[in-house]
Structures are given as structure tokens and as C-alpha cells.
């Protein structure tokens, strides 16, 4: 949480958390957009989660799903396809274990991480992009956007990012920032990945010995300096 927040302040965002179903409308009503993170629930949380939610579609307020470990357990999958159902989502952030799972697709998902499987990467992305009718961001060594038909790939990455628990907690919500000034999802995911993915690789190329434990408050500190030409002279997408 303390990644996430510093990762956006430093971006020039402004980070709330809240946990609170009494001040959710007020929370919805200040903010341009809502992610949501699925990393530890509880059951009253849910209710919060789905309350905040529905706040936000009253509010026209874009919301970013990152749905965690939702292909390892079967019980955050049920949950999060509750929460799905009930609400129209923007963006949603997943590894390829998590969209798999939300697509219904039979994946060997493991914890936290993508896990392996078989199935056409670009495929299960577009099947979840149409079942909930949203873009969605399935993320690894290269980023998959679409909206179900478009298909956007980013190709800056560092191993380090796997390292770093909460990469893809950052990005989701780098994600979320970028919903809440442009309109357009498709392009403000494609924007915010492309930036998050250079910043990485940058801090990851800077490094005299790629180390996990430096890479966390160095990309927050790069997430801090860097600016749209650098992010246009090194991104790399098709
Ligand atoms: N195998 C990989 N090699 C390099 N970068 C990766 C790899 N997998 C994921 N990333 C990067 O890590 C960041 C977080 O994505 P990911 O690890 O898939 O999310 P999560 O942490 O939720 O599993 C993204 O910016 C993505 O590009
Ligand atoms: C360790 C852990 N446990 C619940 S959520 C979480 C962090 C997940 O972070 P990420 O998916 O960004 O690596
Ligand atoms: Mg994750």
C-alpha cells in the first residue's frame, strides 16, 4: 500500500486510501477515478469494496480492478466475479494467471504470480475485454492491452519487476491515475503502462547490480523524474 501510494504521489497524482463505508460516498464524490486491489479482503471489506463501486458508477467515476491471486483461489474468484457483475469497470489489471481465471480459462496460476498455461495470451485478454466489457491489462514480460478488439503490446521490462513485490499493484493503480484525467480507458491504460514499464527498465538499466531490494524506492524515484520525452525516446510497443 505504501508502494502504491508513494508510486502515484511521485507521478504527480494524489493517493487516498480508504476502508471506511461511511465516508465512501464522500470519498467517490472528491476523487477522478477509484482502483480497487483485491490483495486482502475481508468480508465487511467486500461490502465496502462494492459500496465504493457503486458509488462510483453513480458518480460516472472510472474504476480499475486489480483482481490478486483470483486464479489461485477459488474463492477470490467467485468474490471478484460477484463484485463484476454488479458494476461496470473501466480497466482490469491482471497477470496472465489472474485474467485467465476471470475469463474463464483453465490456467495453473500460483499465489501472487502468473503461473503457467497454454492458452493465446492475446486471446484471453480480448475474452475477458468483452465478457466485462472493459479493457483490460494482462501484464508480463510484454503487456497485453485491449479492449476486446484492439490489441496495444509494450515491450519495456526488467525481471526486477518480479522481484519487487507490488509491481503490479503500482501499475494498476499508475493505471487508475491515468483513467482519472483522460477519458478514453483504452488510451489511458496504454499511457500509464508504457510510462510504468519504461520507468523500471530505466532504474533497472541504472543499476550497477540488479537488486531486488533497491528496485522499489528507485522506481518510485524514477516514477518522480520521469517526463514524456524520455518516455518517448525509450518505449518500445507495436
Ligand atoms: N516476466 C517478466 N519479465 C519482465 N517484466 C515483467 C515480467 N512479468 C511482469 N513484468 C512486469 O511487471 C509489472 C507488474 O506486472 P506483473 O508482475 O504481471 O503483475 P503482478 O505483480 O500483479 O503479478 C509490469 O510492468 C510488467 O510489465
Ligand atoms: C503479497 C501479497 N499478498 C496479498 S496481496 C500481495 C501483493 C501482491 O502484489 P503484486 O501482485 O503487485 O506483486
Ligand atoms: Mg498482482
Known amino acids: 500500500m505504501q508502494d502504491v501510494a508513494n508510486g502515484i504521489n511521485a507521478l504527480g497524482a494524489s493517493p487516498i486510501m480508504s476502508e471506511e ?7 467517490v464524490k472528491m476523487c477522478n477515478s477509484v482502483t480497487i486491489n ?5 468480508e465487511p471489506q467486500l461490502e465496502q469494496i462494492a459500496t465504493v463501486c457503486a458509488f462510483a458508477n453513480k458518480y460516472q467515476k472510472p474504476i480499475v480492478i486489480d483482481p490478486v491471486a483470483v486464479g489461485a483461489v477459488e474463492y477470490r474468484t467467485e468474490r471478484c466475479n460477484e463484485l463484476l457483475d454488479q458494476i461496470d469497470v473501466s480497466v482490469i489489471r491482471g ?3 489472474e485474467v485467465a481465471a476471470l475469463a474463464d480459462v483453465a490456467w495453473n496460476s500460483k499465489g501472487i504470480d502468473a503461473g503457467e498455461g497454454t492458452g493465446d ?3 484471453i485478454a480480448k475474452k475477458l475485454a468483452k465478457k466485462r466489457d472493459c479493457v483490460v491489462v494482462e501484464s508480463g514480460k510484454t503487456d497485453i492491452i485491449t479492449d476486446g478488439d484492439a490489441v496495444v503490446r509494450i515491450f519495456n521490462e526488467t525481471d526486477l519487476f518480479k522481484l519487487h513485490v507490488g509491481s503490479g499493484d503500482m501499475l494498476s493503480s499508475t493505471i487508475g491515475c491515468f483513467c ?6 483504452f488510451e489511458a491504460a496504454q499511457t500509464a503502462t508504457v510510462i510504468f514499464d519504461v520507468a523500471g527498465e530505466l532504474v533497472a538499466k541504472s543499476m550497477k547490480q540488479p537488486l531486488a531490494g533497491s528496485f522499489g524506492p528507485q522506481l518510485i524515484d524514477e516514477l518522480h523524474l520521469v517526463d514524456v520525452k ?9
Open 95 to 97: 497477470n496472465a494467471g
Open 21 to 27: 463505508q461511511n465516508e465512501a460516498e464522500a470519498m
Open 230 to 238: 524520455t518516455v518517448e525516446k525509450y518505449a518500445q510497443y507495436e
Open 38 to 42: 483485491l490483495g486482502a479482503f475481508t
Open 121 to 123: 495470451l492475446e486471446d
Open 180 to 185: 482519472g484525467v483522460e477519458k478514453d480507458p
